[in-house]
């Protein structure tokens, strides 16, 4: 059972880039899902996040900028990332509650992370 995150790179401020996380492996369900970030010397934070039934909270600083979404039946998540700055800068998770096969309750992953770069 795996996160793993891409869709990462070099983008120019006002750019978009899209961000997936995939869910592999012998999972029955995904409950919440989100993306947080961590720039050079500064601690890990919320970006977005999204419940099972679709509902979404964001950080301040992305709100009408990014927008999370996913896709229950191919377990996957998205973060699209538009009007982006050079303070979005920043090393990208994606974090899931799995429901997993045989097993009860749900389970706290973390995907790899994937780099997002804004500069001109």
């Known amino acids: 059972v795996q996160l793993q995150a891409s869709g990462g790179g070099l983008v120019q401020p006002g750019g978009s880039l899209r961000l997936s996380c995939a869910a592999s492996?012998?999972?029955?369900?995904?409950?919440?899902m989100g993306w947080y970030r961590q720039a050079p010397g500064k601690q890990r934070e919320l970006v977005a996040r999204?419940?099972?039934?679709?509902?979404?909270n964001y950080a301040d600083s992305v709100k009408g900028r990014f927008t999370i979404s996913r896709d229950n039946a191919k377990k996957m998540g998205y973060l699209q990332m538009n009007s982006l700055r050079p303070e979005d800068t920043a090393v990208y998770y994606c974090?899931?509650?799995?429901?997993?096969?045989?097993?009860?309750?749900?389970?706290?992953?973390w995907g790899q992370g994937t780099e997002v770069t804004v500069s001109s």
């Open positions: 974090n899931a509650f799995l429901v997993i096969r045989g097993r009860p309750g749900s389970y706290d992953y």
């Open positions: 999204i419940t099972i039934g679709g509902r979404t």
């Open positions: 492996g012998n999972i029955f369900s995904i409950n919440d």
